[in-house]
């Protein structure tokens, strides 16, 4: 009894200290942060549920911070060397090599994932995101959404959660189109995840002919 206390008081403390990390880092960089508080455990569950864990090759993701989806993602049954992590934070990325010591963490903007990701296109098995995609430009975001899509297997998906809404993206006909979730209402403030896929040559000239 006195080991499961000891565990929870522990996990209690970390994750309390993973808040001040976060709220720190949001006083300090509004706009790269974009959140006062790690996702939480169901947000975080529900991003990694979208995630084939048979589909072969990397998954990339974006703003991992603290590593709440990351620990998400390991525990639905991801090898963790499969992991590719960018971050923005120098200090996040620390504690993202001292948790996930066998992912490959990059100090970077996700924004030019496409630039520091070295994989060939087609070959991501999917991209989860909790990047604070309002605070760019449309064009940017568009921008951000076809690059992953470009380097990604048909069919994977851009997972990316948001508290707004409308999509952080709209769908582009013909090119890529998006789905959302429920509202996570255990979440604070509540969310709800949006999947981008890209449209297969053959869906699209499926759909023109119709």
Same mark, same amino acid.
């Given at each position: 009894?006195?080991?499961?206390?000891?565990?929870?008081?522990?996990?209690?403390?970390?994750?309390?200290?993973?808040?001040?990390?976060?709220?720190?880092?949001?006083?300090?960089?509004?706009?790269?942060?974009?959140?006062?508080?790690?996702?939480?455990?169901?947000?975080?569950?529900?991003?990694?549920?979208?995630?084939?864990?048979?589909?072969?090759?990397?998954?990339?993701?974006?703003?991992?911070?603290?590593?709440?989806?990351?620990?998400?993602?390991?525990?639905?049954?991801?090898?963790?060397?499969?992991?590719?992590?960018?971050?923005?934070?120098?200090?996040?990325?620390?504690? +993202? &090599?001292?948790?996930? *010591?066998? $992912?490959?963490? #990059? !100090?970077?903007?996700?924004?030019?994932?496409?630039? %520091?990701? =070295?994989?060939?296109?087609?070959?991501?098995?999917?991209?989860?995101?909790?990047?604070?995609?309002?605070?760019?430009?449309?064009?940017?975001?568009?921008?951000?959404?076809?690059?992953? +899509? &470009?380097?990604?297997? *048909?069919? $994977?998906?851009? #997972? !990316?959660?948001?508290?707004?809404?409308?999509?952080? %993206?709209? =769908?582009?006909?013909?090119?890529?189109?998006?789905?959302?979730?429920?509202?996570?209402?255990?979440?604070?403030?509540?969310?709800?995840?949006?999947?981008?896929?890209?449209?297969?040559?053959? &869906?699209?000239?499926?759909?023109? $002919?119709?």
């Amino acid at each position: 009894m006195l080991a499961i206390a000891r565990t929870h008081a522990r996990r209690f403390s970390d994750r309390f200290t993973d808040e001040v990390r976060f709220l720190r880092a949001w006083v300090e960089r509004p706009l790269t942060t974009g959140a006062v508080a790690p996702s939480g455990a169901a947000l975080s569950r529900l991003m990694a549920s979208f995630v084939d864990a048979d589909c072969s090759g990397p998954i990339v993701e974006l703003g991992p911070g603290t590593g709440v989806v990351t620990d998400a993602l390991v525990k639905r049954g991801i090898d963790e060397a499969r992991l590719v992590l960018i971050e923005y934070s120098p200090d996040f990325c620390t504690l +993202l &090599e001292e948790r996930f *010591p066998r $992912a490959t963490v #990059i !100090q970077g903007d996700a924004y030019a994932m496409a630039d %520091v990701v =070295e994989e060939a296109p087609g070959s991501l098995a999917g991209v989860v995101s909790s990047l604070p995609l309002f605070t760019r430009p449309l064009e940017a975001r568009q921008k951000l959404i076809e690059d992953a +899509l &470009e380097l990604m297997t *048909p069919g $994977a998906p851009f #997972i !990316q959660f948001s508290y707004a809404l409308v999509p952080p %993206v709209p =769908e582009v006909d013909g090119r890529y189109g998006v789905t959302r979730t429920s509202w996570v209402v255990r979440n604070v403030p509540p969310a709800r995840v949006w999947l981008y896929r890209r449209v297969v040559e053959d &869906e699209a000239v499926e759909e023109t $002919a119709a």
